[in-house]
Every structure is written in C-alpha cells, then in structure tokens.
C-alpha cells in the first residue's frame, strides 16, 4: 500500500481551491445567488477528524503493549489496520478536495462584500470547513503512521496474523 504523499495533498488541495473560486465568481456574476455552506460540513469533517484520531490513539497504545509484552496485551490484527489505513487515505483525500473547496468559496465570499452577515456567516462556515479538513488529513496521516510494517516485514508468510507479532 502507498503512502499519502503530502504534495499530492497540498495539489489537490490548492486545484479544488481555485476551481471553486471562479466557479463561485462565474456563478455570482451571472447573477445568480451563491449556494450556502451548510452548518454541519465542519462539524462532519470534524467527527471523521475525531474518529480517525481516536482510532490512531487506540492502535499506537495496543501496539505499544504488545511491542513491552504486557499482559493481556490484544493483539491487532493486520486486515483491520488495513482496513483503518484505507478508510484513513480516502477520508484525507476526500477532504482534501472539500477543504479546497470549501476554502475557494469562503476566498471569494471573503474577497467580496463581508458587509452583508449572511455572506459573512458564509465566509466563516468555510473557513471552519478548511480548518476541519485540515485535521482530517493530519488525524489520516498519523493513523498511517501509527500502521505502518516495521522494514522488511511487508512480505512476512501469515499475513494475516497481528501486527507486530514476531515471525
């Protein structure tokens, strides 16, 4: 399995920014009234923030006790570290593009008139967005860490046994 790459992130990012900036700017000069950034896109990328990060944490302190041998140490088993790896990578990628996204449009709302409170609750609804999507793909890259094989164990016979037990 790949490893995110940080620049593939920041591209995506910044395409999906400028692609909502002039979209946002093309629709508004046609006269058109801008879509509304809903409440709860923070607050989703918010929870998929909380969810990935909590399952990190949990998987760095059962690989932990099992790498000291404490007692009843459960072993982790490598198909679901898999599993919360690729739920890790498309949830950054995803969020990737939606903070840019959201990021593009709260750029134009911001650039534009921010006397209006409407397009001022605007601005920062995606500017929360942003900053949410942000920690998505920072609790996604340590998640990734967290799984990763130590060198030379990605070929091990019985893969499917628990991560970081000997072989």
Same mark, same amino acid.
């Given at each position: 399995? $790949? ?10 990012? !910044? /395409? ?6 002039? *979209? ?15 409440? %709860?896109?923070? +607050? ?5 923030? /909380?969810?990935?990060? /909590?399952? !990190?944490?949990? %998987? @760095?302190? @059962?690989?932990?006790?099992?790498? &000291? ?8 088993? @490598?198909?679901?570290? /898999? ?8 949830? !950054?990628? +995803?969020?990737? %593009? ?13 650039? &534009? ?16 967005? +942003? #900053?949410? *999507? ?5 609790? !996604? #890259? #340590? #998640? &990734? ?8 164990? &990605? $070929? ?12």
């Amino acid at each position: 399995m $790949n490893q995110l790459r940080i620049a593939t992130l920041a591209g995506l990012f !910044a /395409a999906a920014t400028a692609l909502a900036w002039a *979209g946002a700017g093309l629709w508004d000069s046609l006269g058109n009234t801008l879509p509304a950034v809903p409440l %709860l896109a923070p +607050v989703i990328l918010g929870l998929i923030a /909380a969810t990935l990060l /909590a399952t !990190a944490l949990s %998987l @760095r302190a @059962r690989l932990r006790a099992q790498r &000291e041998r404490r007692p009843g140490a459960r072993p982790v088993d @490598r198909l679901m570290a /898999a599993r919360a790896v690729v739920f890790g990578q498309a949830s !950054a990628l +995803v969020s990737a %593009l939606m903070a840019g996204g959201y990021g593009g449009f709260g750029l134009y709302l911001a650039m &534009e008139r921010l006397d209006v409170p409407n397009r001022r609750d605007q601005a920062l609804y995606a500017g929360l967005a +942003v #900053l949410a *999507g942000f920690a998505v793909v920072a609790a !996604a #890259l #340590l #998640l &990734e860490r967290v799984c990763r094989l130590p060198d030379g164990d &990605e $070929n091990d016979e019985g893969g499917n046994g628990p991560v970081g037990s000997p072989v």
